[in-house]
């Protein structure tokens, strides 16, 4: 005879109002065998469809589900494990309390094992209710200029959803045979005028190697000094937006291509991952002023 098992599936609702929700994770829990599983989901999914996303706040509610699961485990053999509504109380009272977030559990479902095998179970569910769960953390997927044009890009979106188009794209510097594409770029008002334009230019020092962090921190030196004619014939400002890299062991050597680069004499500004929200509002406060 087949045995039951009951799951929640952990779901992001972005917008009420839109009633969308991702599948992020799910908890299963085996009473015959006083077991239970909770499998999360990689956030790439959801900041692919939400560019606002906050990675931070969704892996410590994450580690907090987890928590509460460990230490609270015991609370589950006092419930009738068979019931979903049970199950339900036991979710809302010690491990996520109903729409105290944006992630919230959905009712249990109490459904047949007709695998016999809680791991194949588990993995088989997971694969079609969270798709490429199986598909390990990616060892390449690095903070690299796209994450940081996207970020920004999805921190302005957040607070003007026209401002997509409103902000100017692609603007090719071309001087003295040097030739640079700036993402994007946007006009910085003086008084009662626009004057100063800024360009906007994604680094990231996500690397491998403190050689390639250094060798990257040296062209980009190399280009802001030979730039500086153009920049200050044009009133330009080069606003670069830098990622750190993950590897704690490089930061050290991050700093010193970041300080390096500072000292290039053109006009200029480093926005760290942590300044990117301060400079989105900057930039959607005079894309609004331009219109005006």
């Not at 009473?31 to 906050?54: A, C, M, N, T, W």
């Not at 706040?57 to 419930?79: D, G, Q, T």
């Not at 001087?175 to 100063?196: E, V």
């Not at 230019?201 to 980009?220: G, H």
Request: charged residues 30%; aromatic residues 12%.
């Amino acid at each position: 005879m087949n045995k039951t098992f009951t799951y929640s599936i952990l779901q992001y609702k972005h917008s009420l109002l839109l009633r969308e929700a991702v599948n992020v994770g799910i908890l299963f829990y085996f009473p015959s065998e006083d077991k239970y599983q909770f499998v999360s989901g990689s956030h790439h999914r959801v900041k692919s469809i939400y560019l606002d996303f906050d990675v931070s706040v969704y892996n410590s509610i994450i580690r907090r589900i987890k928590n509460r699961l460990k230490s609270n485990y015991n609370n589950i053999f006092e419930i009738e494990s068979n019931k979903a509504k049970s199950f339900q109380e036991y979710l809302n009272s010690n491990v996520l309390a109903e729409d105290a977030t944006a992630l919230q559990f959905t009712e249990p479902i109490i459904s047949i094992d007709t695998f016999n095998n809680i791991d194949i179970t588990v993995k088989k569910f997971s694969e079609l209710l969270l798709p490429g769960i199986i598909t390990a953390y990616p060892v390449e997927d690095k903070r690299n200029e796209q994450f940081l044009l996207k970020t920004y890009l999805g921190y302005i979106l957040a607070k003007d959803k026209q401002a997509e188009n409103k902000i100017s794209k692609n603007r090719l510097v071309n001087y003295n045979g040097l030739t640079l594409n700036f993402d994007y770029y946007w006009k910085l008002r003086k008084g009662s005028r626009a004057k100063t334009t800024n360009l906007v230019k994604p680094i990231s020092f996500d690397l491998k190697e403190a050689t390639e962090i250094q060798k990257k921190s040296v062209e980009y030196f190399g280009y802001l000094e030979l730039l500086k004619p153009y920049a200050d014939k044009n009133d330009i400002r080069f606003d670069l937006l830098i990622a750190k890299p993950k590897d704690e062991n490089l930061l050290n050597k991050c700093e010193e291509a970041i300080r390096r680069i500072k000292k290039a004499k053109s006009a200029k500004r480093i926005i760290t991952e942590s300044e990117l929200s301060a400079y989105s509002d900057e930039t959607v406060q005079n894309l609004v002023q331009l219109e005006e």
